[in-house]
């Protein structure tokens, strides 16, 4: 199979355009290789992942155990649906750290990539034909250091949410030295998960981290922070 370079067919002039929707599960991993690898910042995107926890959010069955919800567990949830290869190549990437850079792919390498993706534009008709999708939400905005209250549709709630994953994608590219770090410094962390106790962040260090704190996990709520959002710690 000859190799194509996507960047000579206008691939870089469709991740940026602000008129081609953009549907991802998790955009926030692929948001931070464009950037950092290819320097580009996708725009106009819609992800299914951070949809879904708007969605649920609004019908009141926020579950904590559940808030970033697996591909397949959407495809199931919205089509009843999974991605045949997943037991198969899970089993395969546990077995190889190196497994995705095994060139060339095979069938059933090639089938996953593609199953994760061919039911996404599916996911988003299913969504936009809820109720709720519409509705009147109120939205916190930051403005000059103040936050405001204004009205939106959920539907635009998802996508300035989605936009927050090029943060987290900034935060990748500019990795500080953890061995340079003196007492008390301040770095920025990304929040990937908000739950009653604890807080996971993607760290400006290249690694994760957790805050378990009880007036640091107040202060983030307090200051209506949220997942997706960029705080110092």
């Known amino acids: 199979m000859k190799a194509v370079n996507p960047f000579l067919h206008g691939f870089k002039e469709v991740m940026e355009s602000h008129q081609v929707m953009k549907i991802f599960h998790d955009f926030c991993e692929d948001a931070s290789a464009l950037i950092c690898q290819f320097n580009i910042i996708c725009n106009f995107v819609f992800d299914t992942q951070i949809a879904h926890r708007l969605i649920s ?7 904590y155990r559940n808030i970033n919800i697996s591909l397949n567990n959407l495809l199931e949830d919205y089509l009843d649906k999974t991605n045949e290869k997943k037991d198969e190549i899970n089993s395969a990437m546990q077995n190889n750290e190196q497994f ?16 994760d993706v061919q039911f996404l534009p599916l996911v988003y008709e299913r969504m936009r034909k809820m109720d709720v999708f519409d509705k009147e939400i109120v939205d916190n905005v930051t ?9 939106t549709k959920l539907y635009h709630k998802i996508l300035s949410d989605t936009r ?8 990748n ?5 953890a061995s340079s770090l003196k007492s008390e410094t301040y770095i920025l962390a990304f929040i990937k998960n908000i739950q009653k106790r604890i807080v996971f962040c993607s760290l400006n260090l290249g690694v994760s981290g957790v805050i378990k704190d009880d007036e640091s996990i107040r202060n983030i709520k307090d200051n209506k922070k949220s997942i997706g959002d960029i705080v110092k710690v």
């Open 173 to 177: 590219r500019n990795i500080i030295d």
């Open 164 to 171: 927050k994953c090029i943060g987290y994608g900034f935060i």
């Open 143 to 151: 403005e000059n250091g103040k936050i405001y209250q204004c009205t």
């Open 57 to 63: 959010d609004f019908l009141q069955q926020y579950d």
């Open 100 to 115: 995705w850079e095994t060139r060339p792919l095979s069938h059933s390498m090639i089938q996953y990539a593609a199953q």
